[in-house]
C-alpha cells in the first residue's frame, strides 16, 4: 500500500470511514516509524494533525516510542512558539502527558518545557494560558527533579495567574477566568504539595509587597484554606525537597498521592478515600459561579477541551477525544456544570481527571 500511494493519500485515508481501511493504514505508518528512525514522517503527521484533528494521527502520535519522542517533542516545541498554532500544539501535548509514555521523564531536558513556561509567563490569551497550565500541573508529578531548574519560573507562573483571577482584563470574559482560576487552583496545590518550603517562601516574598496584598486577600488566602501544614515545612527543607534522590524513589502516581494527603479539598483529596467527586466541581469557587447559568451536562472522562476567549473565534470551540479511556470521575449526571460553551469547563476539569482518578487507579493496581 505504501508503494501505491504517497503520503498524503495515506493520511487521507486514516479518516476513511471503513474501519478496517483505518486500521490498515495506521499499520502502514507505524510500520514506518519503527523503520524509519528520522523525524520526517512525525513532523508530516504533527503537521496533519494541527491542520484536521484526525483522530487517528493523534493515535499514531500519542503512542510514539523512541526515538521518536525527541522528533515529536522538538516539533511542538517549532509550533508552540507560533502563536497561530500555539492552542492547538498545547492540546497536543496535554493528549500526549495525560497518556504518561515511558519517556516521559526526558520532558525536563526537553527544549519544549522552557517554550512552555515561557508562553505561561508572557501569553495574553485567556485559553492559551488555561491550557497551558493545565499541561504544566500534568507535566510536574512526572518530572518533580525539574524543579531545582525551573522552580522560580513555576512560582513566577503562579504570581502572574493569580493576579490575572484579580485583575480580570476587559477583554475576558468571566466563565473563561472562572476556568483559569481552576487552573490556577490546582497549580496550587501541586506547588504545595511538591515545593511546600519553598513555595511557601515564595509566597511570603511576593505578597508581603503592597501592589500584590490584594490578590493575596482575594486569591490566594482563600486557597491556604483548604491544605493542611505539610509535614516537611517541619520536618524538610528548600535544599531537601529539591534534592533529585527525594524523587528516585517516587512514582508519578505517589506524588499526586502526597500532593492529595496535604489537600482539605474533597475534590482534590477525595479518590484517595474511593468515593466520587464530581458533586464538588460546581462548588469550588461559588463566588464565581453564582451568575452563571448552566444549562447541560458534561462528560469529561475522555476529552480534552480547547476554547476561546473572543467571540470571533468560535470555530476554535473544539472537543478532542484522547485515546484510550480513563476512570470516570468527573462525567457524573449529578452535576451540572458550566455549559456556555460546554467545553470550557473542560479546560480545568478532564486534566484534572487523569490527577486525580488515573494515578489513584494505577496505584490501585500495583
Not at 9 to 36: G, H, I, Q, Y
Not at 63 to 86: C, F, I, T, W
Not at 176 to 199: D, E, I, K, S
Not at 300 to 310: A, E, F, K, P
Request: proline residues 7%; negative net charge.
Amino acid at each position: 500500500m505504501a508503494q501505491q500511494a504517497n503520503i498524503g493519500e495515506l493520511l487521507s485515508m486514516l479518516d476513511s470511514p471503513m474501519l478496517s481501511v483505518r486500521d490498515d493504514v495506521t499499520a502502514v505508518f507505524k510500520e514506518n516509524l519503527n523503520s524509519d528512525r528520522g523525524p520526517m514522517l512525525v513532523n508530516t503527521l504533527v503537521d496533519y494533525y494541527l491542520e484536521t484533528s484526525s483522530q487517528p494521527v493523534l493515535h499514531i502520535l500519542t503512542a510514539l516510542q523512541e526515538p521518536h519522542d525527541k522528533h515529536l517533542l522538538d516539533k511542538m516545541n517549532e509550533y508552540v512558539g507560533k502563536a497561530a498554532s500555539r492552542l492547538p500544539t498545547l492540546s497536543l501535548l496535554g493528549h500526549v502527558v495525560r497518556l504518561q509514555p515511558s519517556w516521559k521523564h526526558k520532558l525536563s531536558q526537553a527544549p519544549l518545557l522552557p517554550s512552555l513556561l515561557k508562553c505561561l509567563k508572557v501569553d495574553t490569551d485567556v485559553v492559551v494560558l488555561t491550557t497551558g497550565v493545565l499541561v504544566l500541573i500534568t507535566m510536574l508529578p512526572m518530572i518533580p527533579q525539574s524543579g531545582k531548574q525551573h522552580l522560580h519560573d513555576f512560582f513566577d507562573i503562579f504570581g502572574r495567574l493569580s493576579s490575572w483571577c484579580l485583575k480580570k482584563p476587559g477583554h475576558v470574559t468571566e466563565i473563561y477566568l472562572v476556568h483559569l482560576h481552576a487552573g490556577v487552583y490546582a497549580l496550587f496545590h501541586r506547588l504545595y504539595g511538591m515545593y511546600p518550603c519553598n513555595f511557601v517562601s515564595f509566597l511570603r516574598s511576593h505578597y508581603s509587597m503592597k501592589e500584590n496584598l490584594e490578590t493575596f486577600e482575594e486569591v490566594v488566602k482563600p486557597m491556604m484554606e483548604h491544605v493542611r501544614i505539610h509535614p516537611e515545612l517541619v520536618t524538610g527543607s528548600k535544599d531537601h525537597e529539591l534534592d533529585p534522590r527525594r524523587w528516585k524513589r517516587l512514582e508519578t502516581h505517589d506524588v499526586v498521592i502526597e500532593c492529595a494527603k496535604i489537600s482539605l479539598d474533597p475534590t482534590e483529596a477525595s479518590y484517595e478515600d474511593g468515593y466520587s467527586v464530581s458533586h464538588q466541581i460546581s462548588t469550588r469557587f461559588p463566588h464565581h459561579l453564582a451568575d452563571v447559568t448552566a444549562s447541560a451536562y458534561v462528560d469529561t472522562q475522555d476529552s480534552y477541551g480547547s476554547t476561546t476567549s473572543t467571540p470571533h473565534s468560535a470555530s476554535r470551540l473544539t472537543l478532542l477525544n484522547t485515546p484510550g479511556q480513563l476512570p470516570q470521575t468527573l462525567s457524573s449526571p449529578s452535576t451540572r456544570l458550566l455549559t456556555e460553551p460546554p467545553q470550557v469547563w473542560c479546560q480545568a476539569a478532564c486534566l484534572l481527571s487523569p490527577l486525580l482518578a488515573g494515578e489513584a487507579d494505577s496505584l490501585g493496581q500495583t
